[in-house]
């Protein structure tokens, strides 16, 4: 049978292929094993941190210690202590310690999607190295726990906006309203009638405003004669003939008389002086005397007289009664 | 042959591939076993089961990781779990897929051959004949090949996973090499102490059931020369159900 020939033919260097191929395999599966080890870390020195947590819930065997992003080094065990908290053993290498500081603060945080991270922030990197074996808390940050609270708050929240926009809600009322403004706005009387609601009042507003223009007008015209009024007064106070000129004839009268008077009293004192020397002659003196007082009476009635008319006359004198066309 | 329960058919047939297994077993456990004849049986069962098809192999299960691969690791870029593509990779492809992909292409290629093998010597009572002549079969023939079937799927399985490393890393980081630290970090999550222990052990299981199971049908043969292509269905059917078991109970201890 042809098939059989190459099912028995041995071929040439047999043993040579068959220890190449399993060299190779061997090789290989060596090292990679090898690789696998190293990347376990098991040619490493590493040294030992234990973070102490509340609750260990999403720690894991193998998982990361990030520091900056960065993978620094890997939960080696997980423990209960007697003193019922979670005991997290994390095997740092001996290049990667320098990140780790003795104020570094570490957290486990959980997220939505995807495994829990535990995280080491060191503030200040010239602070001491942590020492080997160390023992932090681990500040929990729980994403999940966070969400019936979350959902609670965002319930409320929705039925108060439920309430607001429902049927008869308030959001429903202040549209109707503004639909009332805006169409009130749109109407006869415009703003006017959207700012107080009633068309009547609104006309009222109307009113008022064309009686304002209606007063206005009608103070124009008063304006206008209290011109002419305060002009014929300048005529009459300060024009020809006026008072002030009235006044100034008066006044000089007034000084004449004035004038008159002082010439009267020195024919007195002459008199007196005369009655004075002449002493016993009274009885003959006593015409002249009779003469002089009616005089004297005269000067002064003319005076009283004057005095009156003055008055009468000034324009400025409270009492004075000036009758204005 | 009887023409008894189907059921009870299966479960004897089952029974004389343990019972082949654990004999099998035994004479590897022998010094007497390791002699000169039975070397040159292994070499020459390696040699057609691994060196012969080893470039086409390669070729397929490089394309095959490929594809995978690609799959992968864009469909994580897609949801945002890049970071966990590659250990899905790791632990999909090379820990689970490549080992069964080989131990079925390597089924396919030498189970069927080996249980044809003995079906026809059965058959022909050429075995008959050389027990007659004193000689002892399953030292002589049937541990060789059993083991060297074992030694020639881990060979494959362990070439072909290389090749699908070498590939993820390629799809995940291009050729930079500052991608090295990230992959050593996800090869030290996949390959712990258990998982390369599990790897072995089943590639060499995988090897074992690919020669034992088909011997075993193969023996079952009668004298007549129809009952070899019945014998050699049937091996090859509880070679995949075999499989199968094996990989699912694989699956069944690492993952829970």
């Known amino acids: 049978m042809d098939i059989e020939s190459p099912v028995t033919q041995v071929p040439k260097h047999l043993q040579f292929r068959v220890a190449l191929l399993l060299a190779i395999t061997l090789v290989i599966a060596v090292g990679f094993v090898a690789y696998a080890l190293y990347a376990r870390g098991v040619f490493e020195a590493v040294q030992r941190l234990t973070l102490v947590a509340d609750n260990a819930e999403g720690a894991s065997v193998r998982m990361d210690l990030t520091f900056s992003g960065f993978p620094i080094g890997v939960v080696r065990r997980i423990t209960l202590g007697d003193d019922g908290k979670a005991r997290i053993e994390i095997d740092v290498p001996l290049k990667e310690a320098k990140w780790l500081r003795s104020s570094s603060v570490f957290t486990l945080e959980r997220g939505l999607v995807g495994g829990s991270k535990i995280r080491v922030f060191t503030g200040n990197l010239k602070d001491p190295p942590l020492p080997d074996g160390a023992v932090r808390p681990v500040l929990r940050g729980d994403t999940t726990e966070e969400i019936p609270q979350l959902v609670a708050t965002s319930r409320a929240i929705l039925e108060n906006l439920e309430r607001l926009t429902g049927t008869g809600g308030a959001l429903q009322g202040t549209l109707a309203n503004l639909q009332t403004l805006s169409e009130r706005m749109s109407g006869r009387h415009g703003m006017l009638g959207a700012v107080f609601g009633a068309d009547a009042d609104a006309a009222k507003v109307v009113a008022s405003i064309e009686r304002a223009n209606a007063l206005l007008a009608s103070l124009e015209r008063a304006s206008a004669r209290l011109d002419t009024l305060i002009a014929n007064a300048d005529r009459r106070v300060l024009g020809d003939a006026g008072v002030l000129e009235q006044t100034q004839q008066a006044v000089a009268q007034a000084q ?28 003959a003196a006593t015409t002249d005397l009779g003469k002089l007082r009616s005089e004297i009476d005269e000067s002064v009635r003319k005076m009283t007289s004057l005095i009156d008319e003055v008055n009468r006359k000034w324009p400025f004198r409270r009492e004075t009664e000036i009758t204005l066309p | 042959m009887t023409a008894a329960n189907p059921f009870v058919e299966w479960l004897v047939g089952w029974a004389r591939a343990v019972r082949f297994a654990g004999l099998a077993l035994a004479t590897a456990m022998s010094p007497s076993a390791y002699r000169a004849e039975t070397r040159d049986v292994a070499l020459k069962q390696i040699y057609f089961t691994a060196w012969q098809v080893l470039p086409g192999f390669l070729l397929f299960s490089a394309l095959f990781s490929f594809v995978v691969i690609e799959i992968s690791v864009n469909a994580a870029r897609g949801f945002g779990l890049a970071p966990y593509a590659l250990e899905l990779v790791m632990r999909g492809l090379v820990l689970e897929l490549i080992p069964l992909v080989t131990a079925l292409f390597v089924a396919l290629r030498s189970g069927a051959a080996i249980a044809t093998e003995i079906g026809l010597m059965k058959a022909t009572g050429e075995l008959e004949r050389m027990q007659a002549a004193g000689t002892d079969t399953l030292e002589r023939e049937f541990v060789p090949r059993v083991a060297a079937t ?8 362990v070439l072909s996973c290389a090749i699908a490393v070498a590939l993820a890393y390629f799809a995940m980081y291009g050729a930079s090499p500052h991608g090295f630290a990230d992959f050593t970090r996800v090869v030290a999550l996949v390959f712990e102490r258990a998982a390369l222990g599990g790897f072995v052990l089943k590639c060499v299981v995988f090897g074992a059931l690919v020669a034992v199971i088909p011997i075993a049908a193969g023996l079952h043969a009668t004298a007549r020369l129809k009952s070899v292509p019945v014998v050699v269905l049937d091996g090859m059917v509880r070679l995949f159900f075999a499989l199968g078991a094996v990989e699912v109970l694989a699956l069944a201890v690492k993952y829970t």
């Open chain 1, 256 to 283: 004449a008389l004035l004038g008159d008077l002082r010439g009267s009293l020195k024919k007195l004192d002459a008199v007196l002086l005369e009655a004075q020397g002449v002493g016993a002659n009274a009885k």
């Open chain 2, 150 to 157: 074992a030694v020639s799927m881990f060979s494959l399985t």
